[in-house]
T-cell receptor, first 119, second 114 residues
Framework: AQKITQTQPGMFVQEKEAVTLDCTYDTSDPSYGLFWYKQPSSGEMIFLIYQGSYDQQNATEGRYSLNFQKARKSANLVISASQLGDSAMYFCAMREAVISGGGADGLTFGKGTHLIIQP | NAGVTQTPKFQVLKTGQSMTLQCAQDMNHEYMSWYRQDPGMGLRLIHY???????DQGEVPNGYNVSRSTTEDFPLRLLSAAPSQTSVYFC?????????????FGPGTRLTVL
């Protein structure tokens, strides 16, 4: 089973509108972190926002907020007042606090959502 | 700080050739990892390391070797390149411990195997 599911392969949104990018996750670990990354056409991975499983409040970073619904295992990214520069691939990722073999596991990524902001 | 650097940016190999992708970080991070990104996919973990002398396999380790002789460097070796290894490779690093460990990514290496 997929650990991170992003159900929207692509989205078209009008400039200045708010955008919600969906992400659901699957884990039995009580301690985990959820990340959102932006990947513009230039290819680099840009960190946007983080939510810890024990955080009481939803994370916010400028125009980005994370709608964290723990019981539903959902961690949707909300971009307020979208801009043309927001056009990019967006990836949801999870890091579980599982210690195995003396090491720490990396991030598990979803397949991404291609967001296109139209003027 | 340069952050995470990767070389080369682009590489074309023939099937069966070997090569090493270089990765270095100057943030004194204990944790380093390699991912590959294929079209239509998210990043998948190849190998990772929690410190010098310690490495472990990720989700897709076959065909790749790693070593960690210093905190700063984490090279990825392709032993005998295959067309299935055509991909974009990202190196990442982060601190260990604490509740929040953002992974910092390098700019990526685009590899084509003919």
């Amino acid at each position: 089973a997929q650990k991170i599911t992003q159900t929207q392969p692509g989205m078209f949104v009008q400039e200045k509108e708010a955008v919600t990018l969906d992400c659901t996750y699957d884990t039995s670990d009580p301690s985990y972190g959820l990340f959102w990354y932006k990947q513009p056409s230039s290819g680099e991975m840009i960190f946007l926002i983080y939510q810890g499983s024990y955080d009481q409040q939803n994370a916010t970073e400028g125009r980005y907020s994370l709608n964290f619904q723990k019981a539903r295992k959902s961690a949707n990214l909300v971009i307020s007042a979208s801009q043309l520069g927001d056009s990019a691939m967006y990836f949801c990722a999870m890091r579980e606090a599982v210690i195995s073999g003396g090491g720490a596991d990396g991030l598990t990524f979803g397949k991404g959502t291609h967001l296109i902001i139209q003027p | 700080n340069a952050g995470v650097t990767q070389t080369p940016k682009f590489q074309v190999l023939k099937t069966g050739q070997s090569m090493t992708l270089q990765c270095a970080q100057d943030m004194n991070h204990e944790y380093m990892s390699w991912y590959r990104q294929d079209p239509g996919m998210g990043l998948r973990l190849i190998h990772y390391s929690v410190g010098a002398g310690i490495t472990d396999q990720g989700e897709v380790p076959n065909g790749y070797n790693v070593s960690r002789s210093t905190t700063e460097d984490f090279p990825l070796r392709l032993l005998s390149a295959a067309p299935s290894q055509t991909s974009v490779y990202f190196c990442a690093s982060s601190a260990l411990g604490g509740k929040y460990n953002e992974q910092f990514f390098g700019p990526g290496t685009r590899l084509t195997v003919l």
